[in-house]
């Protein structure tokens, strides 16, 4: 059995959006759908000595224009500098940031990208690089798509060849699940509870940070701390 998942791309995700991507045989980037502003398309939260914070990629966005995320285009070239040494600021004392930082020293400073989309694959495939996951990554530009929400992720499992698809528990509200039971295809969500906690910097502890955190702080062990491995 073929088991496919379809998310948007999101800025360094958390750790359960890598659990979602080492789940299934291929991990469809969504990004035909529309740019939704204070989201995670574009930002993420890290752990600082003063609290949480957010990285933000800076992004045009063209008012009330329907704006698909793969149409979206940075709007300041100078974030990935400003990002860096964000992290070096917050991270430069946990554990295992010298392992890792020529690695993430490069992704950032050489990532000339100017689209939103592309910069998010950039660090999505290369952190699932880094944690050795192996699942296929593919867009949603690469296949027709249909009309209708449900309809849509089901011609999407169909042209892929899935015959499982694993969905975020956030689904639940909109989608019609005796379309898949129809087409044959089973449908599961993924459950994100029961996550242990790690070595973590500045407490209290946070699950819902970048998964950059979990790598600085458990390097070769963070799997460990993952659903999926």
Known sequence: MKKVAIVQSNYIPWKGYFDLINMVDEFILYDDMQYTRRDW???????????????????????KYFQKINETVISDPGWAKEHWATIIHSYSKSKYFQDYRSFFESLYL???????????????????????????????????????????????????????????????????ES????????LRYMDYSGY??????YPPFEHGVSIIDLIFNEGPNARQYMKSF
């Open 110 to 176: 050489e990532c000339r990208e100017g689209h939103l989309s592309k910069i998010n694959f950039r660090f999505i495939d290369a952190i699932c690089r880094t944690l050795e996951i192996n699942t296929k990554l593919t867009w949603s530009m690469d296949y027709r798509l249909d009309e209708g929400k449900t309809e849509r992720l089901i011609a999407l499992c169909k042209q892929s060849g899935a015959s499982e698809y694993l969905s975020g528990p956030s689904a639940k509200d909109y989608m019609d």
């Open 196 to 201: 242990a906690e790690y070595s973590q910097l």
């Open 41 to 63: 398309r574009n930002r993420n939260i890290i752990k600082t000595r003063s609290g949480l914070t957010k990285l933000t990629i800076p992004v045009q966005v063209k008012g």
């Open 179 to 186: 379309l898949f039971r129809k087409e044959g295809i089973v």
